[in-house]
């Protein structure tokens, strides 16, 4: 290995700076480490922690860093492991997405001001990732993912249970009338069943395959299971491999560029990810100065076929996806039929396409073959129009009841016309859903407004509503949604989300009404309320729906510096810092 100058060693190893060098060793002594080891010049590996009580997808990282601090160690570093601000999907209210930017806020600040040569992101649950890769990027350290992994696959009844999709599913079954209250808490319980994050191609799944996809995290091994043995031999490798990175000087600029970016793009598509990855991947994207536009997703991803048979878009769940080869087997037919850029440097020092050799799936049935998909064209549709200058809908959860009810009129295949029931929150829509005044029918669109960054605050996973219990019972189980919120990454409603601009600034769904009709063509990516010039400036003229007030400090400073979904919803003021760690913070005495 080549010999370079930490930054670690500014701090540790500075005769220019004697009398700060004392000051910066002198704590680290009181829990038993050298001042030998710290002036060795060995690098300072730091360990991102995510885990902990209040964030269960991520805990098991407790456990891994162990693995990780002996890989460390065996390679010659010296590791710091560091908490960082929890993310947990599920309960945070009123959503996690108001905590990726402050958590990546965190851990830039941690990265730029510590003594701190190279870092393990440790990732799982669903903005855990984007955070720290937005964070590495930002302050251009080498960096390292190490995925936590999904649980194990769920099962009842003898059936696949899969985390979240089985609480949407069992939800329209309560709706029904098929199951009770205890038998739906039940099934939730089984889709949990050990230490990981969602076993389904949900939004953790789908981040954890785009590092992989992008090069941040060891081959293989963004899908192994939290409790496999092979998690923690992947996290004993990942420290060993920072180690060589921190010496080789592998930063986050020599892997995220726009190729990588653009196979993130084609992965997603192919695996039938989560369209909360529209955002994150756009994020990173302007952390990391790569220059990424909302029409990539239709030129890179939308003809892109499902290979990947896996809850919410297919049948089965984790397991079997990392035993039938894992995101290296998916991107195995897409480097064959020529579908990768894959001629990039990776984390693991090689190109992309050095990694994927030899890594063809053996189960055909979880993973298609190029030729043999489970869907044509998967990848995400990108609409426009009166309501929003930019939305998404993920067309591989169009099931074929959707498709033949609203899509396969003759002469119009891909076109529809619902009439609009607009909703303010999800608040009101829960009061209101089953309110027979509506009288809600297959005719009809679910709006839902006041769930974006700015009028959550956050954006909320709330687009994806599911129809009153009386059209339920008669069998229709989705309606179409749209949104300028967010739904889950496990959900399985083919929904036109992320809507940007929101209404809470202005955009057009804040003019749209109860009874208005709506018209989505797929076929030209339109999507437009028909109402005319003159009632619409009477509307606004009226100005936006309310949005409920800050109820945090943070939530003030958020609202204050978010962007919108289709750019990332980043800190808008954050995305000039780039490559920070070149130049070393003041002392601070």
């Known amino acids: 290995m080549s010999t370079r100058r930490f930054r670690s060693q500014d701090w540790f190893d500075n005769p220019d700076h004697i009398d700060m060098t004392a000051l910066y060793l002198e704590r680290f ?42 890989g460390i160690r065996d390679a010659g570093g010296i590791a710091m492991e560091f908490p960082l601000h929890p993310i947990f999907e599920n309960c945070r209210r009123p959503t996690a997405a108001i905590d990726r930017n402050l958590a990546y806020m965190g851990l830039v600040e941690i990265l730029h001001g510590y003594p701190i040569d190279a870092v393990v992101l440790t990732t799982g649950c669903d903005k855990t990732t984007p955070s720290q890769l937005m964070a590495a990027a930002t302050v251009d350290i080498p960096a390292i993912v190490l995925s936590g992994g999904p649980m194990l696959d769920g099962w009842l009844d003898g059936e696949l249970v899969g985390s979240g999709s089985a609480i949407w599913k069992a939800r329209r079954r309560l709706a029904a009338g098929e199951i009770d209250n205890e038998k739906f808490l039940q099934i939730g319980a089984a889709s949990a069943p050990s230490a990981g994050h969602c076993n389904t191609m949900g939004t953790a799944s789908t981040m954890n ?44 600029s020599s892997i995220l560029n726009r190729d990588a970016f653009l196979d993130a793009i084609v992965v997603n598509a192919a695996i039938g990810g989560s369209t909360n990855a529209q955002q994150h991947i756009m994020a990173m994207a302007r952390h990391a100065g790569v220059e990424l536009h909302s029409d990539d997703w239709m030129a890179y991803g939308h003809d892109v076929p499902l290979l990947l048979n896996m809850q919410p878009s297919g049948k089965y769940l984790g397991e ?17 039929a020529g579908k990768l850029r894959s001629n990039r440097l990776t984390v693991s020092g090689k190109t992309m396409a050095q990694n994927l050799e030899g890594r063809e799936s053996n189960d055909r049935e979880m993973i298609t073959p190029f030729d043999q998909p489970l869907k044509e064209k998967a990848g995400f549709m990108v609409l426009r129009g009166n309501l929003f200058d930019f939305a998404i809908m993920k067309t591989s959860v169009i099931s074929p009841e959707f498709r033949a009810r609203y899509l396969s009129r003759a002469g119009e295949e891909g076109v529809f016309e619902c009439r609009a029931i607009v909703f303010d929150g999800s608040t009101d829509y829960h009061a209101r859903i089953n309110d027979p005044a509506l009288n809600i029918d297959e005719d009809c669109i679910l709006v839902i407004r ?13 687009v994806n509503m599911q129809p009153p219990d009386a059209l339920i019972k008669r069998g229709v189980l989705n309606l179409p949604t749209l949104g300028d919120g967010r739904q889950s990454g496990t959900s399985d409603s083919p929904s036109i989300l992320n809507a940007s601009p929101e209404s809470a600034v202005g955009g057009g769904l804040a003019y749209v009404r109860t009874g208005d009709r709506i018209r989505i063509d797929l076929n030209t990516g339109s999507c437009d309320m028909l109402v005319d010039e003159e009632t619409l400036a009477a509307r606004k ?3 936006i729906p309310a949005v409920p007030a800050s109820q945090t400090p943070w939530q003030e400073l958020y609202r204050s510096t978010v962007g919108q979904m289709e750019q990332g919803a980043c800190m808008e003021l954050a995305v000039k810092y780039r490559g920070i760690a070149e130049t070393l913070p003041r002392h601070n005495h």
């Open 320 to 336: 079997r996806f990392h035993r039938a080869g894992g995101v290296p087997a998916i991107m195995w037919e897409l480097e064959q």
């Open 209 to 252: 395959a785009m590092a992989e996809a992008l090069g941040m995290s060891l081959t293989g091994c963004s899908a192994i299971p939290a409790p496999y043995r092979e998690r923690g031999q992947m996290a004993y490798e990942t420290g060993r491999r920072i180690v060589e990175m921190a010496h080789q000087d592998i930063r986050p």
């Open 541 to 543: 003229a009226e100005g």
């Open 450 to 462: 006041g769930a974006g960054p700015v009028g959550w605050p956050g954006s909320a996973e709330v």
């Open 29 to 70: 002594m009181n829990y038993g480490i050298t001042p030998e080891e710290l002036r060795s010049g060995r690098p300072i590996i730091g360990i991102a922690q995510s885990g902990s009580d209040i964030s269960p997808c991520n805990r098991i990282h407790l456990e891994l860093a162990k693995r990780v601090r002996d």
